[in-house]
């Protein structure tokens, strides 16, 4: 069955150093987009692409990075983790001109 | 820029009775949609029932329905018959055709279903 998976489910690190979090969707869907989830703001757009070599910011980009080689994975890379990015992490997808979004299962980071 | 706002951290509801979420959003976008996402312990967000806004007739999806009033800028969602696998976190979320296909999101309404 086609899905969209993320990995790690679950991060620890420190303070300065680089993750990357990967996501990945097998329905072949255009759009992809990564947010973050902390309590009391709901879900916030960090960055999101319309297709290969396509990349955009969103609300919440500082700090965050993403690249999109295939249509299949956009990883997100924190450059140096700060304690401010603890949060949950979920990538979605959805199909060119269509709007529901689909959503992967979750990452938990936490920045020591 | 698009705000959405649900103005009850938390609610509960008896099992069989019905609840009703409030959601409220403001825009200027006329060709928009509006969205109920559900987020069990599982993390996992689970769209429940979406509405289009040049649609009058509000959307219904079993027990699901909404209560949508586009000009007060109103979109509630109505459970009825309550089950305890209802209980959850409720999201209300916006997308704009023409700001790119991204949700925004309110900040969510905790659901606790008493037996």
């Known amino acids: 069955d086609a899905e969209i998976t993320q990995s790690p489910r679950h991060k620890i690190t420190e303070t300065g150093r680089q993750v990357t979090l990967a996501c990945h969707q097998t329905w072949n869907h255009n759009n992809m987009f990564w947010y973050r989830q902390d309590l009391g703001h709901g879900l916030r757009l960090i960055h999101y692409s319309y297709g290969v070599q396509d990349t955009n910011k969103g609300e919440v980009s500082d700090g965050y990075s993403v690249s999109r080689s295939n249509t299949e994975d956009l990883p997100l890379t924190l450059e140096s983790a700060a304690s401010s990015q603890t949060s949950v992490y979920f990538c979605?997808?959805?199909?060119?001109?269509?709007?529901?979004?689909?959503f992967g299962p979750g990452t938990r980071l936490t920045v020591l | 820029a698009q705000t959405v706002t649900q103005s009850q951290p938390e609610m509960s509801v008896q099992e069989a009775e019905t609840v009703t979420l409030s959601c409220t959003y403001d825009?200027?976008?006329?060709?928009?949609?509006l969205f109920w996402y559900k987020q069990p312990p599982s993390r996992q967000m689970i769209l429940v029932i979406r509405q289009e806004a040049y649609k009058q007739q509000n959307a219904t999806e079993n027990r699901f329905s909404v209560n949508f009033q586009k000009a007060a800028k109103s979109f509630s969602l109505k459970i009825s018959d309550s089950q305890l696998g209802d209980a959850a976190m409720y999201f209300c979320?916006?997308?704009?055709?023409?700001?790119?296909?991204?949700?925004?999101f309110g900040g969510g309404t905790r659901l606790m279903v008493k037996p």
């Open positions: 979605a997808s959805s199909i060119r001109g269509r709007n529901e979004q689909f």
């Open positions: 979320a916006f997308l704009s055709n023409n700001a790119g296909n991204m949700l925004t």
């Open positions: 825009t200027s976008e006329s060709d928009y949609y």
